[in-house]
């Protein structure tokens, strides 16, 4: 069924091996160059069809079992059905049509910096209502939630602190923060 060059060569190929990956491709070429007569797929050219070809034969070598008593060629030749039905599937799928043409963002910079929203720019209401929160819960902490507040927020935080003061400090945190939720909602 399976000569024993092939198998050495499908394994070979398996193992990255470039040059027997491009005898193997080579010796199953007729079946990628049918499916260049059979199927069209829009936006796909022969080159990338063939590259297409190539990562499925290399998946395909990778996961052939000879003793499942199917031939290489048939495995192979159903996984690249496979991929090109899907690549078929993919490219006509109604979804992904885009419901009028593409343009540049530099193309009409105007209209597009009027009409998208910059969620990285903070609210005033926001802003005003988170530090009005902020000096609530300042000022209902005790001293040591506020050095841990302040060591929490300043970005040095507390690693240079021995292992007893550092949990000590995180404790006090998480009471803040648990103060602030409870100011929140």
């Not at 690549?87 to 979804?95: E, P």
């Not at 009028?100 to 193309?107: D, Q, R």
Request: aromatic share 12%.
């Amino acid at each position: 069924m399976l000569s024993n060059e092939t198998f050495q060569l499908i394994k070979a190929a398996a193992n990255e091996d470039e040059a027997a990956f491009e005898k193997l491709f080579a010796k199953y070429y007729p079946i990628v160059r049918k499916f260049h007569r059979e199927y069209y797929i829009n936006g796909c050219d022969k080159e990338d069809l063939d590259q297409e070809a190539r990562i499925v034969l290399f998946r395909t070598a990778c996961r052939f079992e000879p003793a499942r008593k199917c031939s290489f060629g048939t495995f192979y030749r159903h996984n690249l059905r496979n991929r090109v039905v899907d690549m078929i599937r993919v490219n006509n799928a109604q979804k992904r049509i885009p419901t009028e043409p593409l343009t540049s963002i530099e193309a009409n910079e105007y209209l597009y910096s009027t009409t998208v929203a910059d969620n990285s720019a903070s609210n005033p209401v926001d802003s005003a209502i988170m530090s009005e929160a902020f000096r609530k819960l300042y000022s209902s902490c005790s001293p040591l939630e506020k050095r841990a507040f302040d060591m929490m927020m300043s970005g040095n935080g507390y690693q240079d602190l021995d292992p007893k003061a550092q949990r000590g400090i995180i404790n006090a945190f998480e009471r803040c923060w648990r103060k602030f939720d409870g100011e929140i909602n």
